[in-house]
């Protein structure tokens, strides 16, 4: 069975940075767009961050230049450095690969809690 797992989370203060570091088990996804999601109870699942195989980003608004998403091919990791951090990025981040179908349900991972403290 394939999933991602993700780690990194943490308690930061407002303003400060984490990094979050994905990794899937099983198969492997160099050919995959993969993506950064979050979830706070209540809300849906967004993406917040992309990266194609061939290293093309793309970024919600609300993180746009304060987020940069990275991904190593050999190591097969995704990563999220997350600056600036708002109140509002608190949530469960979770990675998954990007589709015209949307996420695959049986990859999500645990995910890893992000909150931030003001």
């Known amino acids: 069975q394939v999933q991602f797992v993700e780690s990194g989370g943490g308690l930061v203060q407002s303003g400060g940075s984490l990094r979050l570091s994905c990794a899937p088990s099983?198969?492997?996804?160099?050919?995959?767009?993969l993506g950064w999601y979050r979830q706070t109870p209540g809300k849906q699942r967004e993406l917040v961050a992309s990266?194609?195989?061939?290293?093309?980003?793309k970024y919600a608004n609300s993180v746009k230049g304060r987020f940069t998403i990275s991904r190593d091919n050999a190591k097969n990791t995704v990563d999220l450095q997350m600056n600036t951090l708002k109140s509002d990025d608190a949530a469960v981040y979770y990675c998954?690969?990007?589709?015209?179908?949307?996420?695959?349900?049986?990859?999500w991972g645990q995910g890893t809690q992000v909150t931030v403290s003001s």
């Open positions: 998954n690969v990007v589709t015209t179908a949307g996420p695959r349900a049986d990859y």
């Open positions: 099983g198969s492997i996804f160099r050919g995959y767009t």
């Open positions: 990266i194609a195989a061939d290293g093309e980003t």
